[in-house]
């Protein structure tokens, strides 16, 4: 699976927009990227996951760079709920690997009130 | 729709003792997960199961252990529990496809274990 970089910490005023960055510089042409978030002392929450092009559903979008090798969590309107530790995890598709979910130390994304 | 549960959602052993932690899946959902997020690290590939049989364990050893029931519940169990063993169990099911590992996992509230 392709490492990825994330910040270790950010900050986000509440019914702001938070982006989160994610740096994957390795990802191969079969590898998805995913994001998940825990919110503390939960399990993690599935969040959205993309190939190449931008995707959104009802909590995320999730902007790909052209060339794969960086992407862009988007919480349109924060709110205090959306305090967790986001991670992204990068991999290929179904059956790419049995050997379980890479979980790396994520972003601690704070919002503010 | 109900989601993953988890029994119990505390634990309290001391060493060398068993613990038995219970997942049962979201209705529908053939494949289960098991990892372990020991404090202040990240979470950690247990064991994989689909359709009864184990697809696939991570660096554990033997004492970890598990099954998966035809109803597709499943069980993981910790034998001769070591202080270390300490740490959230977190179980994940995903519907399965053909036997294939599926990335988007859906997850449990965890049980917290504490070994004394």
């Known amino acids: 699976d392709a490492k990825t970089t994330q910040p270790t910490s950010m900050d986000c005023a509440e019914g702001r927009a938070a982006n989160l960055p994610c740096n994957h510089s390795?990802?191969?042409?079969?590898?998805?990227v995913y994001w998940y978030r825990q919110i503390h002392s939960q399990g993690p929450q599935y969040i959205i996951h993309?190939?190449?092009n931008n995707e959104t559903n009802e909590m995320a979008s999730l902007i790909i760079t052209e060339d794969r090798k960086s992407s862009t969590l988007i919480l349109p309107h924060a709110t205090l709920r959306d305090t967790a530790v986001y991670y992204c995890?990068?991999?290929?598709?179904?059956?790419?690997?049995?050997?379980?979910?890479?979980f790396g130390k994520g972003t601690h994304l704070i919002i503010q009130p | 729709e109900a989601g993953v549960t988890q029994s119990p959602t505390h634990l309290i052993k001391t060493r060398g003792q068993q613990a038995t932690l219970r997942c049962s899946p979201i209705?529908?959902?053939?494949?289960v997960y098991w990892y372990q997020q020991a404090l202040g690290l990240g979470l950690q590939f247990l064991l994989w199961?689909?359709?009864?049989?184990?697809?696939n364990r991570g660096n554990f050893p033997p004492r970890f252990s598990g099954r998966q029931f035809p109803n597709y519940s499943s069980e993981l169990n910790v034998n001769a529990l070591e202080l270390e063993d300490s740490a959230l169990y977190l179980c994940?099911?995903?519907?399965?496809?053909?036997?294939?590992?599926?990335?988007?996992?859906?997850f449990g509230p965890g049980t917290r274990l504490l070994v004394l």
């Open positions: 994940a099911s995903s519907p399965g496809l053909a036997g294939a590992f599926q990335e988007t996992q859906y």
């Open positions: 390795t990802i191969s042409g079969n590898e998805y």
């Open positions: 993309g190939l190449k």
């Open positions: 995890i990068v991999r290929a598709g179904s059956g790419g690997g049995a050997d379980g979910l890479t």
């Open positions: 209705s529908g959902h053939t494949s």
């Open positions: 199961y689909d359709e009864g049989e184990e697809r």
